[in-house]
């Protein structure tokens, strides 16, 4: 069956940051969605996340044409196209941002959390550094397919944690892995296969934050045939909610042709 996808993306500083620390790349044309929410204080946040935006859409603009385009890495073996280039691209960034960290101490110590897609022969590859997120709505069934690279996260792990628990957790916004920390990035890969009428959504943490899983879903499924009125229902839902983080949001929904 033929598949065609439709689009949309927004990001909006929220209601306590002076600036957007967030970056987001929508590039239809290469199957490409990116999020990317920086942090560093002082702007660098934000030239972090916007140096992953413009590598990823310069990279991807070139490895789709070129099979020898896989910097950092040669291509690994049981992966996918889209796997490899995602890999490769995404700890290409990681590799510039650290690299300007230590040639510049103003930018010393930047990063920047990522989430993308790619979709490429009907297929959905997913990868992801940070917190960011990328949800999947199929019918009224909402799941999260990224898991959080986080302090919070790994405590769970190891306890049940009662919703007031988890709430209340005094270092719910320490990341444990972020593109620029270090020379090299472990980047989490999935592989996903799209049904007619699924919608996908990458987010920054300031949405994740703010708005319930629930409430995601409520306003998802409220809002599947206008991708442009979801995505900025979700974002107004995070201001509303407290709008204490930069808030970005892609959605992307899967239709037969």
Same mark, same amino acid.
């Given at each position: ?63 789709? *044409? ?6 950092? #890495?040669? +291509?690994?073996?049981?992966? /996918?196209?889209?796997?490899?280039? @995602? %890999? ?42 940070? *917190? ?6 199929? #019918?009224? +069934?909402?799941?999260?397919? /990224?898991?959080?690279?986080?302090? @919070? %996260? ?57 708005? /319930? ?45």
């Amino acid at each position: 069956m033929a598949i065609r996808t439709s689009c949309a993306g927004e990001t909006n500083v929220g209601r306590k940051r002076a600036h957007n620390e967030d970056n987001l790349l929508v590039f239809p044309e290469r199957g490409l969605f990116v999020v990317a929410d920086g942090m560093g204080g002082h702007a660098c946040g934000e030239v972090a996340s916007k140096m992953v935006v413009e590598t990823m859409r310069d990279y991807f603009g070139r490895a789709l *044409d070129d099979p020898d385009a896989t910097w950092p #890495g040669r +291509e690994e073996r049981g992966r /996918t196209r889209s796997e490899n280039m @995602l %890999n490769s691209g995404i700890r290409y960034c990681n590799y510039a941002i650290w690299e300007r960290g230590q040639s510049d101490t103003k930018y010393k110590n930047m990063g920047t959390t990522v989430v993308g897609f790619h979709v490429d022969d009907g297929h959905l590859t997913v990868a992801h550094v940070g *917190d960011s997120r990328c949800y999947r709505l199929r #019918g009224q +069934e909402l799941t999260q397919i /990224t898991e959080d690279h986080s302090l @919070l %996260n790994d405590y769970k792990r190891m306890a049940v944690l009662t919703p007031e628990e988890e709430a209340n957790f005094p270092h719910k916004n320490i990341i444990v892995r972020a593109c620029g920390l270090k020379q090299d990035v472990l980047v989490d890969l999935q592989r996903d296969k799209p049904q007619t009428g699924d919608v996908y959504i990458l987010c920054s943490d300031g949405l994740s934050g703010e708005v /319930t899983d629930p409430q995601i879903c409520e306003i998802m499924v409220r809002g599947v045939a206008d991708l442009e009125g979801m995505v900025h229902e979700l974002i107004v839902a995070a201001c509303d909610n407290g709008g204490k983080d930069n808030v970005t949001c892609i959605a992307l929904r899967f239709d037969e042709a």
